[in-house]
């Protein structure tokens, strides 16, 4: 089914970046691709040459850390890169509730190179964020945060669309703002969402959960998704993981009730996430279940692309660099940025599978 956004046939002003520019940027960026697929060195060009400088942009976007305030007077930061040659569409980025903004450099500097302007927040309590380190006052809140800064940055370029992508926990975020706020986003990309763990969480969990929620919303909980290979197979991937200072070890009672709330208001949220939705599966992830995630997003079918990975675990951003996900997904946002056409992808749910966790494993909260 094909979905014609309403931002299709706009034709932003000119600005200070030429076309041409713009399309010699991505010639540069594809040709370094390649020689980097076939083990080829592009280096030793002269300071000089207007190549090495082409170059060195198209490697590599260099970022900034910004905050912004949101309504009731919290600071978050979130990591800004911004788009090599003319801007085409801005792409917000949602982590997990393990991860943050760090864990994503090399994607989003990929992004930028491409064209898109990037945002990447740490949510609050997460990441760089330190004030209320593992809490939220409810999951609202949190749909707040993400819907202001939305409007905020919207301000500026208008005209640009806005693509919205949630990985693992954040896919639970990412998927209910069209209910919060509609028209919100231009398209939604869920990677390895959190929305069906592959194993709920047990009865005395959500008890002591709940009881300390109302008592003690503040008391502590360790999040049980600590084992770096939940994420990864990537051997210096899982030593990122376990040296990394500013992931998400602890959360309280109140924002693990608030997730499980979440999950209740899904039930009806996601129906309303009528727009061009790609979503992202991987074959060996021991957190997401995929059938049971494909089942959920079957009311959106109209509107779904899905890819799944057979071989690739639940952090895509670890996998290797020539991993084809980011080369589907970008295909599928050009599609969707230039002709306003949702690419379908069709995936049999059946076909699906679910690699179960080991004996005595079982990540509690959904989520990574």
């Not at 713009?22 to 697929?37: C, G, P």
């Not at 905020?152 to 208008?158: H, I, L, V």
Request: aromatic share 12%; glycine share 6%.
């Amino acid at each position: 089914m094909n979905i014609t956004l309403f931002w299709a046939n706009r034709q932003p002003p000119a600005d200070e970046h030429s076309i041409s520019e713009q399309i010699f940027t991505r010639f540069v960026y594809n040709l370094l691709r390649t020689a980097k697929r076939y083990g080829l060195s592009m280096s030793g060009q002269s300071g000089g040459n207007p190549l090495s400088s082409a170059l060195s942009l198209a490697e590599e976007s260099p970022s900034t850390v910004r905050t912004f305030t949101a309504s009731d007077g919290y600071r978050f930061y979130y990591r800004y890169y911004p788009a090599v040659g003319r801007p085409r569409a801005r792409l917000l980025w949602l982590h997990g509730i393990r991860s943050h903004s760090g864990w994503y450099i090399r994607s989003s500097q990929r992004w930028a190179v491409l064209g898109y302007e990037t945002c990447f927040l740490d949510r609050r309590g997460a990441g760089l964020n330190t004030a209320w380190r593992g809490d939220a006052p409810s999951f609202r809140r949190l749909l707040d945060d993400v819907i202001e800064f939305a409007l905020s940055w919207r301000y500026s370029r208008s005209w640009l669309p806005l693509i919205i992508g949630g990985i693992s926990w954040g896919g639970k975020l990412a998927l209910a703002l069209p209910y919060r706020k509609p028209g919100i986003a231009d398209a939604l990309i869920l990677l390895c969402p959190g929305l069906k763990p592959q194993v709920q969480t047990s009865v005395k969990y959500r008890a002591r959960v709940m009881a300390a929620a109302g008592l003690q919303p503040q008391k502590l909980f360790p999040i049980p998704l600590n084992e770096p290979e939940l994420f990864t197979a990537n051997p210096t991937a899982q030593q990122f993981i376990a040296s990394d200072r500013y992931g998400l070890h602890w959360a309280t009672a109140r924002f693990l009730f608030q997730s499980f709330a979440l999950d209740v208001y899904l039930q009806r949220a996601r129906q309303y996430a009528r727009l061009p939705l790609y979503l992202t599966l991987a074959g060996q992830d021991r957190i997401v279940d995929n059938a049971a995630t494909l089942q959920f997003l079957s009311v959106l079918t109209p509107w779904l692309a899905v890819r799944e990975y057979p071989e690739a675990h639940h952090t895509l951003e670890f996998e290797p660099a020539d991993h084809p996900w980011f080369d589907h997904l970008a295909n599928w946002l050009e599609a969707v940025v230039n002709t306003g056409t949702a690419v379908n992808v069709t995936t049999d749910i059946a076909a699906v599978t679910t690699t179960q966790l080991p004996p005595g494993q079982t990540p509690e909260t959904a989520l990574g």
